[in-house]
């Protein structure tokens, strides 16, 4: 069975899949089977013991590190723009590699909810669609970035086909803002579902960026549909593309 292969963590360390899971959550008033099951992968995923052995802030840290690994997305002293950033475990990876810390590169971010801070780094509360918020940021970057990257999702409704348009308008909200920032040749990372991004969203990458890949790092679930399209080396605005409205 594919569960019970030997893998390895992005740091080597192997591991036996769904063998390892040997911890349980009791059953507790008030805490749903779906919920149980949930915290039981967490207390037993390799990837979120490692995130957390290494200070990251989730395991999402890690998808991103074996991105660009894999990749090379990020170069010491580039600017990056960060969509839905909480808890932050993106934030701290690219931080490292730009090299913001030695007053290297842009960083900013943007959540709905609170993100605890990265030295040099600016990270606002507010939703993308205010266009203050959206303002504030690209001015801090200098109007220009190298990167726009999104972690974003909507909530899951355990109804595939909802769940699938949710995170794709997300992914059309972080494209708009990859086509108002990008300088020529820039990148854009941005989660979506399996399926992929819908065929409009994609006719638009592909016409405005070089090369358009699905990419799915180890680091996220053999089971989820969470996969991510990277889109490189960035042409412009396609002349048939219109701004969303915020």
């Not at 040997?22 to 990837?47: C, H, M, Y």
């Not at 580039?78 to 969509?83: G, H, P, S, Y």
């Not at 999104?150 to 972080?174: K, P």
């Not at 108002?180 to 941005?190: C, H, N, Q, S, Y």
Request: proline content about 2%; some cysteine; hydrophobic content about 40%.
């Amino acid at each position: 069975m594919a569960g019970s292969q030997n893998k390895k963590g992005s740091s080597g360390r192997s591991y036996r899949g769904n063998a390892g899971l040997t911890n349980k959550v009791q059953k507790k008033r008030g805490l749903s089977a779906s919920s149980r099951r949930w915290i039981e992968r967490q207390i037993n995923d390799p990837f979120v013991a490692e995130a957390r052995s290494r200070g990251f802030r989730s395991r999402a840290a890690l998808k991103l590190e074996q991105i660009n690994s894999k990749y090379q997305l990020f170069k010491k002293g580039q600017t990056v723009l960060d969509l839905g950033s909480a808890p932050g475990g993106w934030l701290q990876i690219v931080s490292d590699i730009i090299g913001l810390d030695e007053g290297n590169g842009r960083l900013a971010g943007i959540d709905l909810l609170d993100v605890e801070p990265v030295a040099g780094a600016l990270i606002l509360k507010g939703d993308i669609n205010d266009n203050a918020k959206l303002d504030e940021l690209i001015a801090y970057i200098g109007g220009k970035a190298d990167w726009v990257i999104s972690d974003m999702a909507a909530d899951t409704t355990g109804h595939r086909a909802t769940d699938h348009i949710r995170t794709t308008a997300l992914l059309e909200m972080a494209l708009d803002t990859a086509m108002r920032v990008l300088i020529p040749g820039g990148g854009f990372l941005a989660k979506c579902f399996q399926g992929g991004a819908e065929k409009s969203t994609l006719t638009t990458l592909r016409q405005g960026f070089e090369q358009v890949r699905h990419v799915k790092p180890d680091a996220s679930r053999a089971e989820s549909v969470e996969i991510y399209v990277l889109a490189t080396g960035f042409k412009g605005v396609p002349e048939n593309y219109l701004m969303l409205e915020h």
